[in-house]
């Protein structure tokens, strides 16, 4: 596995290249234009002086996270072919400048949604945090607010304000969609994108929806088994794979996260993956942890394992962390705990590869 971190870019993010570039087995940081709004395409130029900047720091570039796909494209209307013409002509900028893996998602509207960005943990630490009964039947621009309000001016990713103001417009638009619909404009998104991909020597790998289950209405496809195979198999292609996320997948207990590893990375459809704990208090009610197997509801070494027997040499990121040690930075992803959870990693597969050899 290659071992990366992600990094907002220049004026995004509080934390220096520098400080990543020290923690124990780091190859590279999984980066994004945050100023290119979804649809549109990301200059040439832009990218490779972000490449410049990564680069001089001693760090690769291979993984790019996100690329957001325009509603357009989800809804199946208006202006698609255009914004997918868009999306191919980053796909080609991205590939120039070296990038080997695209992650994306295909949820409506919304992209990741919690109840609390900052819950205290009985060790000071906090976390993100979802309770259904505070998400789920509360209106979603109220939602919105609170994110502004406790994200201490942070641009929340898949949270930009531009994407959420034409929120109630939004919701009207996905009145009459549902899964079907929604399975067959990924299916149209990825047969045009696809070959360009295997082309150009990219791997699309899809983030699963998170939470996994439909929120306000609105439909969610990538959110357990029969909907990973499935959009695999919409093109089979090494281009079209999955990100491996443990914690969105694994907030729903009846997801077996060491199985799904076993079955994807064994079929080697996953180019890239988010490991992390979660803690599951009931079904819709979870929060995030360290990445320690104690910490959480996850089997940790079950799930490395699972990635070291498939022969997984693809990318992984340590996904979100706690804020600890009294650190500020953007809810989910300080330094500190994320560099914990590395080192942790790394440490589960030293001693699986070590024990494998004999
Ligand atoms: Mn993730």
């Known amino acids: 596995m290659k071992m990366t971190f992600r990094w907002f870019g220049e004026g995004h993010d509080n934390i220096p290249l520098a400080h990543i570039r020290q923690i124990p087995g780091i190859s590279g940081v999984v ?85 609390d960005l900052a819950l205290p943990l009985p060790d000071g630490s906090t ?61 149209y998104f990825l047969h045009a994108i696809i070959p360009v991909c295997e082309e150009v020597g990219i791997r699309m790998a899809i983030h699963p929806d998170d939470p996994p289950w439909p929120i306000y209405g609105l439909p969610r496809i990538v959110i357990g088994e029969a909907g990973l195979e499935r959009l695999l198999a919409l093109v089979d292609s090494p281009s079209n794979s999955l990100t491996l996320c443990t914690g969105s997948l694994g907030s729903n207990p009846d ?50 394992k699972a990635f070291y027997d498939t022969g997984f040499d693809g990318y992984v990121r340590p996904d979100h962390g706690r804020m600890i040690w009294g650190e500020i930075g953007r809810p989910g992803y300080g330094l500190y705990d994320r560099a914990l959870g590395i080192t942790y990693l790394n440490g589960l597969w030293e001693a699986i590869d070590k024990m494998s050899r004999g």
């Open 255 to 304: 997801n077996d996260i060491p199985a799904f590893v076993r079955k994807f990375s064994g079929m080697k459809r996953v180019a890239f993956a988010h490991i992390r704990n979660i803690k599951i208090e009931k079904k819709g009610v979870f929060h995030e942890t360290s990445h320690l197997s104690s910490d959480g509801s996850l089997d940790m070494f079950a799930i490395v």
């Open 31 to 115: 980066t994004t234009l945050m100023d290119i709004p979804a649809g549109e395409v990301w200059p040439e130029d832009q990218i490779l002086a972000m490449k410049k900047q990564v680069e001089d720091a001693g760090l690769a570039i291979e993984v790019i996270e996100s690329v957001n796909v325009h509603e357009d494209i989800k809804l199946g209307a208006g202006r698609r072919d255009e914004y997918i013409e868009n999306y191919i002509t980053t796909i080609r900028h991205l590939a120039k400048a070296g990038a080997k893996v695209i992650c994306y998602n295909f949820m409506p509207v919304f992209d990741w949604i919690r109840s």
């Open 127 to 187: 976390v993100m945090a979802y309770d259904a009964a505070r998400v789920e039947h509360v209106d979603p621009l109220k939602l919105v607010e609170n994110f502004a309000r406790e994200s201490g001016g942070f641009s929340l990713p898949g949270w930009e304000s531009e994407r959420l103001k034409e929120l109630s417009f939004l919701f009207g638009e996905y009145r009459n969609m549902d899964t079907e619909k929604l399975f067959s404009n990924l299916g």
